[in-house]
């Protein structure tokens, strides 16, 4: 079946405007994660969602990002009133949850804050 | 929470063997993952330990002790290809099984 997808693949934005950006995960994983990796850098874990429950939003930066997660699928992060240090490439996993959780990303969405 | 320590560049030649290691600290812990990045593409997963020992899969293999935070990939016959960042992933054991990731090596592999 089709792995994860994501768009945006590229985005270009004024300082100030707000994104949207897009994650389809596999169908019937349970998990998703959000991460957000600058030029030359690890992985920065950003939100969590498993299943139903609450989504561990620890890793979200400031107020204006956040994001959703519509009938346990798709999922979008939005960052409101985008600065240049939002610059980075955003990515996207999904996993079975809990029984075994290798994760498989998506391409990323690459943001670029003007 | 998790801390994770890798180092952050390791050189190694075609044809040897190269150990990257991962060390954690953890308030839980249900699992250590390793993943592969070349540059400009979304990581792939390599291998999973949960309990001590070592996990072979070709080339590659991981060790996990739990007791001492410690994990490694081995990576065995360098080829070019391999040239890549490597990420140490730990998962909670709490209710959210998250997945955390450390910040990866560069492995360069030469001639």
């Known amino acids: 079946g089709a792995g994860v997808s994501q768009s945006p693949s590229n985005k270009v934005t004024e300082k100030g405007k707000d994104v949207e950006l897009r994650c389809d995960p596999i169908s019937g994983h349970t998990a998703l994660y959000w991460y957000r990796q600058s030029l030359g850098q690890g992985l920065e874990f950003l939100i969590y969602?498993?299943?139903?429950?609450?989504?561990?939003k620890s890793g979200l930066p400031s107020d204006r990002f956040s994001a959703e997660r519509t009938g346990g699928s798709v999922s979008t992060l939005t960052i409101q009133r985008t600065q240049q240090e939002d610059s980075a490439v955003y990515l996207c996993?999904?996993?079975?949850?809990?029984?075994?959780?290798?994760?498989?990303f998506g391409p990323g969405t690459r943001l670029t804050v003007l | 929470g998790q801390n994770i320590d890798q180092p952050t560049e390791m050189t190694a030649t075609e044809g040897a063997i190269v150990q990257i290691n991962c060390t954690y600290q953890?308030?839980?812990?249900?699992?250590l993952f390793w993943y592969q990045q070349h540059a400009g593409e979304a990581p792939t997963f390599l291998s999973y330990n949960v309990l001590d020992g070592l996990e072979e899969k070709g080339r590659f293999s991981s060790f996990l002790s739990r007791s001492k935070g410690y994990s490694y990939l081995l990576l065995k016959e360098l080829q070019m290809k391999d040239s890549a960042s490597y990420l140490c992933a730990v998962r909670d054991s709490g209710g959210y099984q998250k997945v955390t990731f450390g910040t990866g090596t560069k492995l360069q592999v030469i001639p």
């Open positions: 953890t308030s839980g812990f249900n699992g």
């Open positions: 996993a999904s996993s079975l949850g809990t029984v075994y959780n290798e994760q498989f």
């Open positions: 969602f498993q299943g139903n429950s609450a989504p561990d």
